[in-house]
């Protein structure tokens, strides 16, 4: 059976050939009556087309997916406006010496300062917390409750004291109660005019700050590499070793050079509430990006 498409490119050959065939048979003779009747002119009637379809606007489901959309916007306010701005970025904020770069749409959250000779810039992203969503530990369910079988069967095996018991469930309602805290890297870059840079490599967990590398750049715009071929020129750089490879009193010694320069334990617990607060901001422009592109 022919498709809609098909037969409307058939029809014109077909037209065609109607046409042709009608030119090649002789005229039959016309009386002189028939030669002074002339029918009426018949109005053509303009054929169907599918312009009214194609100047209809968007499909079916597009306002059911706008109104969910609203939904959402107006549910992750509501959600804002209670939880408000953390006491511990309103209080870093005000009292931190880093000048704080935060672009709307942009992922990265750069902090920047002068510490002497000295230009400081620390770089964090909300992809962190993206890339974490979902994950939950893994707990073995299988071997936990061959551990109970065991103990249930055995008369011999150890009963736990009741006050013990009630100590673990207070313990495990207070940690319930606390929100677990993620890894959240940071790009740090100490530079100085004409002698290079430092770049370190580091993780900020439960007000923790905690080294992993530390490399030095003679030209310092190795150290803000962003290009492909920056970035080939910077791996092919020896920038020095592990920093869990370096003797434990020049570990101490690095990490109380950087908290000097304001790297410690207060930018550690910044950092993954400034974090929490931005992607909830991020997501709000995109739930009302994507609902006015759908209403348009």
């Known amino acids: 059976m022919l498709s809609i498409r098909s037969f409307a490119r058939a029809a014109p050959r077909t037209i065609s050939r109607l046409t042709a065939s009608a030119i090649r048979r002789p005229a039959p003779r016309v009386s002189l009556l028939q030669a002074a009747w002339k029918p009426a002119p018949i109005q053509s009637v303009a054929a ?15 306002d059911e997916l706008a109104a969910k959309l609203e939904a959402e916007l107006e549910m992750e306010n509501e959600m804002k406006d209670q939880e408000g701005v953390p006491a511990s970025v309103k209080d870093y904020l005000e009292n931190c010496p880093f000048e704080i770069i935060d672009v709307p749409g942009v992922e990265d959250v750069v902090l920047t300062r002068q510490f002497g000779d000295e ?51 207070q313990g495990e309602a207070t940690g319930d109660q606390q929100e677990r805290s993620y890894p959240a890297r940071l790009n740090i870059v100490i530079e100085k005019a004409g ?6 490599e580091s993780v900020v967990q439960d007000g923790v700050h905690m080294i992993d590398n530390v490399y030095y750049y003679a030209d310092a715009g190795l150290a803000y590499a962003k290009t492909p071929e920056s970035i080939q020129g910077r791996q092919n750089v020896y920038s020095g070793p592990p920093f869990a490879n370096l003797d ?29 607060m931005k992607e909830q901001k991020e997501y709000l422009r995109w739930l009302s990006n994507v609902k006015d592109f759908v209403e348009a």
């Open 119 to 169: 230009k400081i810039q620390i770089t964090f992203s909300i992809a962190d917390i993206n890339n974490l969503e979902g994950e939950e530990p893994y707990e073995d369910n299988a071997m936990a409750d061959e551990e109970d079988n065991i103990n249930q069967g055995n008369p011999n095996s150890f009963k736990q004291a009741p006050e013990d018991s009630i100590e673990e469930e």
């Open 195 to 200: 002698k290079g840079a430092l770049n370190v």
């Open 248 to 276: 434990e009193n020049l570990q101490i010694m690095m990490e109380r050079y950087l908290d000097e320069r304001g790297i410690n334990a207060a930018l550690a617990i910044f950092v993954p509430d400034y974090i929490d």
């Open 48 to 62: 169907f087309t599918s312009s009214a379809l194609r100047r209809s606007k968007g499909g079916e489901g597009d």
